[in-house]
Nanobody
Framework: QVQLAESGGGLAQPEGSLRLSCAAS????????LGWYRRTARKQREFVAA???????NYGDSVKGRFTISRDLANTSVHLQMDSLKPEDTGVYYC????????????????WGRGTQVTVSS
């Protein structure tokens, strides 16, 4: 089994900053993707950012230039630095992982964290 432990989040003012972290643990053979999605008032599920195997990084269009994702050397934790926050960034942020739990070739399994609340308000 794989667990995703999220931390960070909370309340920030517009143009403020917050930092989210997610640590993956458990029976992980390799990490293919580790990142964040969110649920907002406008969208049930929106891609925020992720680090993929090969160090490829993608961002959702609504956060490009404001959010920065990074990972640790062990490739089991990611951090999302959120700057220039807007009220529309308010929502629940979910850590998402795509991992294999067996040596290749093996299917990539998806796991989700429980979510952490981010509120941007003055």
């Amino acid at each position: 089994q794989v667990q995703l432990a999220e931390s960070g989040g909370g309340l920030a003012q517009p143009e403020g900053s917050l930092r989210l972290s997610c640590a993956a643990s458990g029976n992980i053979f390799s990490v293919h993707a580790l990142g964040w999605y969110r649920r907002t008032a406008r969208k049930q599920r929106e891609f925020v950012a992720a680090v993929f195997s090969g160090d490829k990084i993608n961002y959702g269009d609504s956060v490009k230039g404001r959010f920065t994702i990074s990972r640790d050397l062990a490739n089991t934790s990611v951090h999302l630095q959120m700057d220039s926050l807007k009220p529309e960034d308010t929502g629940v942020y979910y850590c998402h992982a795509g991992v294999t739990i067996q040596p290749d070739p093996a299917p990539v399994k998806e796991y989700w964290g429980r979510g952490t609340q981010v509120t941007v308000s003055s």
